[in-house]
């Protein structure tokens, strides 16, 4: 007894001791990753520094004193800031609707090539790998490229926007759509199969009812991202606020004010549809546990 108890106190040492070494080598080389990502950083800054045109230490207290005139020109002129506010409203709802439209059909896209890519649900099993690498290639393309070649071939405007937004919507919840379409229960979709439905009823009636709730959250939270492409792309003549912005900014002293009123309605903007997103999300999950 008292040596099948020393066998078993010496098999859990040597657990113990083997457990310790795995935790001490797996801490190497978290420590040792962590490092090399660190040099990776501070090289990767070094080049980017000594390549731009002017050194970012050298340029950083600019943006202080650029900060600074906008605030200064705006608190002078508050007394302007809600007609400017009033002026530049049709630009953001121009570029909400940008990004409503864009995420819409982003969505629509996104549910097709989700099903299409989905293991167990897809019509051509076979072709699940050329759906899924064209995902990776939609998502992979930023919007402001795509943007930039639509401007070109159609000239600016809203139209490339929505185009370069929806592209890319469609390729990022293609993969979160297809993740979540993975999961559902298969017992609706045999049913619906022993009825001879066909694949499409099949999708809408046995698997879309399932994963509504996430791909309206998924939605919901690509339309709040959507927001800021469509601004940004406004940079680069693709209309909505980020013109007005980019053309505020450009001109310098004298329509820091515009910016600054602009800056605000693009705040105030993000931060409502942002609430009410999240709240809308914890809805649709409160209503998806019950």
Avoid: C
């Avoid at 890519?117 to 290639?137: C, E, K, Q, T, Y």
């Avoid at 070109?152 to 979540?180: Q, R």
């Avoid at 007005?244 to 329509?255: D, I, K, V, Y």
């Avoid at 600054?260 to 809308?280: E, G």
Wanted: hydrophobic share 55%; no cysteine.
């Amino acid at each position: 007894m008292d040596t099948a108890t020393g066998r078993t106190a010496g098999n859990i040492e040597r657990i113990q001791a083997h457990y310790m070494a795995e935790v001490g080598r797996k801490r190497l080389y978290g420590g040792l990753t962590l490092v090399l990502f660190a040099l990776l950083m501070i090289a990767g800054f070094m080049v980017v520094d000594e390549r731009s045109a002017g050194g970012f230490w050298d340029g950083l207290h600019r943006l202080d004193d650029y900060l600074g005139e906008v605030v200064a020109e705006a608190w002078q002129r508050r007394a302007e800031l809600p007609a400017l506010i009033a002026r530049f409203f049709p630009a953001l709802l121009e570029t909400i609707n940008i990004a409503a439209v864009a995420t819409l059909l982003g969505v629509l896209g996104g549910l097709v090539l989700s099903f299409l890519s989905a293991r167990g649900l897809a019509r051509w099993p076979r072709l699940i790998p050329v759906f899924r690498r064209l995902a990776d290639i939609l998502r992979a393309v930023p919007e402001i490229v795509i943007a930039l070649v639509l401007i070109y071939v159609m000239g600016g405007g809203p139209a490339p926007a929505v185009i370069a937004i929806a592209v890319h919507t469609m390729g990022a919840l293609a993969k979160l759509f297809s993740e979540v379409a993975e999961n559902a229960d298969l017992k609706p979709v045999e049913g619906l199969s022993s009825t001879g439905a066909t694949w499409t009823q099949k999708m809408m009636l046995g698997v879309l009812p399932q994963v509504a709730p996430n791909h309206i959250s998924y939605g919901l939270l690509r339309f709040e991202i959507n927001i800021r492409a469509s601004a940004i792309l406004g940079f680069v003549g693709a209309g909505g606020i980020g013109y007005e912005l980019r053309n505020a900014m450009s001109w310098g002293p004298g329509r820091f004010a515009e910016a600054a009123a602009i800056f605000i309605l693009l705040f105030a903007t993000i931060v409502f549809f942002d609430q009410l997103s999240s709240r809308l999300r914890n809805r649709f999950a409160e209503g998806k546990g019950r």
